[in-house]
């Protein structure tokens, strides 16, 4: 069985930090994606990190693959009130036949306070 | 182009009764997998349908059961509810095995 863990679970910060949120696990996934999502709402895509030590970043957010493709990190660059949500990471395994779906950590709740 | 959508918003039922959930995937999208999410929690792999045949399943009982049709839209079916079933449904479409997007959700209520 494959997991996510998601470090940390909650975080407040204030506007203007930076932060970092983490995902990690024992096993080897072939692709990560990043999601935000709000209250009562689906998973919003963010990125997806395919290859083994890739940083991708899309404004102030910096996504990173881990070298061996066990974990990611994402890091938030001058936090702002916006960016309050759950942020969840998901793996795609490799499968020998049908499909595994998405495996996801439990998310890291982020609040952005003014 | 059309994102993923799905019926009905929000659900109240009843323990024991049965529930059906649709969902309509993004335009050009062949593959629809469906997820549960219970509060706090990250969503939870059910099973997933690609040219209307199931072709992936997770740790979920044979009471969950689906549907995809020629039009690539879905159905998810829930038998004899039991309160633990209560979560956020979501579905994602996708291309095959690339990237999944999701739609809003349906919030099942059990009582």
């Known amino acids: 069985t494959q997991l996510l863990e998601q470090s940390p679970q909650f975080l407040s910060i204030q506007e203007g930090e930076n932060l970092t949120v983490y995902c990690n696990s024992s096993?080897?996934?072939?692709?990560l994606q990043w999601y935000r999502q709000e209250p009562g709402e689906g998973p919003v895509l963010l990125v997806t990190?395919?290859?083994?030590?890739e940083v991708k970043k899309l404004k102030r957010l910096t996504f990173q693959f881990g070298d061996a493709r066990k974990d990611s990190s994402l890091h938030i660059t001058a936090a702002q009130p916006g960016d309050t949500g759950l942020y969840l990471c998901?793996?795609?395994?490799?499968?020998?036949?049908?499909?595994?779906?998405?495996?996801f950590g439990k998310g890291t709740h982020l609040i952005i306070q003014p | 182009e059309t994102g993923v959508t799905q019926s009905p918003t929000h659900l109240i039922k009843t323990r024991g009764q049965q529930v059906t959930l649709r969902c309509s995937s993004q335009?050009?999208?062949?593959?629809v997998s469906w997820y549960q999410q219970a509060l706090g929690q990250g969503p939870q792999f059910i099973f997933q349908?690609?040219?209307?045949?199931?072709?992936g399943r997770g740790n979920f009982p044979p009471r969950f059961s689906g549907l995809q049709f020629p039009n690539y839209s879905s159905e998810l079916n829930v038998n004899a509810l039991e309160l633990d079933d209560s979560a956020l449904y979501l579905c994602?479409?996708?291309?095959?095995?690339?990237?999944?997007?999701f739609g809003p959700g349906t919030r099942l209520t059990v009582l």
């Open positions: 994602a479409s996708s291309f095959g095995p690339s990237t999944q997007y």
């Open positions: 096993s080897v996934f072939s692709s």
């Open positions: 990190v395919v290859t083994g030590g």
């Open positions: 998901a793996g795609r395994g490799y499968s020998g036949g049908g499909a595994d779906g998405l495996t």
């Open positions: 335009s050009g999208h062949n593959t």
């Open positions: 349908y690609y040219r209307e045949e199931e072709n």
